[in-house]
């Protein structure tokens, strides 16, 4: 497994995942949230392709097949181009209304049995207060893809649930959270392999006032060791 630590800039890329990789910090090591790079771009262009793939495929049926036709063409059309609209709004609305997650680790790698404490902060756009989580939670997840004849599935399992236990703080001018982490002495460390991985995740639920809800996802690396008792 690779891992990297890198020194003023952000680099979120290790093995298959791209949470890891942590950013040196005053306070410990500080990692992004998983998923939460700006995709505008490539929703832009998405957008685009199908608005012309399904402009030419309608025009092109309603001259082979006349105007019974195109009415089946527009309700199939109409009901894809709303759920296009609410999948590309909500992800705007949640880049719009929220700032970027950020979790700071005192140390980092932990090892099994390892404790650290860690801060959280995500608050609302042009706000330097984060709103209480619903839910905090230290998460064992596990996903496994298999095949079934030519197709490839995946299925994911939480296999222990920790929740945590918060108390604000201000860092860096941001009022968030603190919470001590405990990865338990009998867990497994993290495990990546091409079928099946194994992944200790932090999450927070967050919702705010005329904001949407959303959920701040951090993986947190757990090395193959048991931490050294005294």
Not at 90 to 102: C, I, T
Not at 180 to 191: C, K, V
Not at 193 to 207: G, M, Q, R, T, Y
Request: charged residues 20%; glycine residues 10%; aromatic residues 10%.
């Amino acid at each position: 497994m690779e891992m990297r630590i890198t020194r003023g800039r952000k680099s979120r890329r290790v093995g298959h995942d791209d949470g890891y990789t942590p950013v040196a910090h005053p306070f410990g090591y500080e990692v992004g949230g998983v998923g939460e790079a700006w995709q505008g771009p490539l929703f832009l262009g998405m957008f685009g392709a199908f608005w012309v793939i399904g402009t030419v495929f309608a025009l092109v049926v309603v001259r082979r097949e006349g105007s019974g036709a195109f009415l089946i063409v527009a309700l199939v059309s109409g009901v894809t181009w709303l759920l296009l609209f609410w999948v590309v709004g909500r992800v705007v609305a949640v880049r719009w209304k929220w700032e970027s997650s950020r979790l700071i680790l005192e140390h980092w790698p932990l090892a099994i049995g390892d404790s650290t404490v860690v801060w959280f902060g995500r608050p609302l756009t042009k706000s330097k207060t984060t709103p209480r989580p619903n839910n905090a939670n230290l998460i064992l997840r596990e996903s496994a893809t298999y095949r079934v004849g030519t197709d490839t599935r995946t299925a994911t399992s939480d296999l222990r649930t920790i929740p945590l236990s918060l108390s604000e703080r201000t860092l860096d001018g941001i009022e968030g959270f603190e919470a001590q982490l405990t990865i338990p002495a009998d867990g497994p460390p993290t495990i990546q392999l091409d079928s099946n991985l194994v992944e200790w995740i932090v999450e927070f639920d967050l919702d705010g006032p005329k904001a949407p809800a959303t959920t701040s996802k951090f993986t947190v690396l757990v090395a193959p060791e048991v931490v050294a008792t005294p």
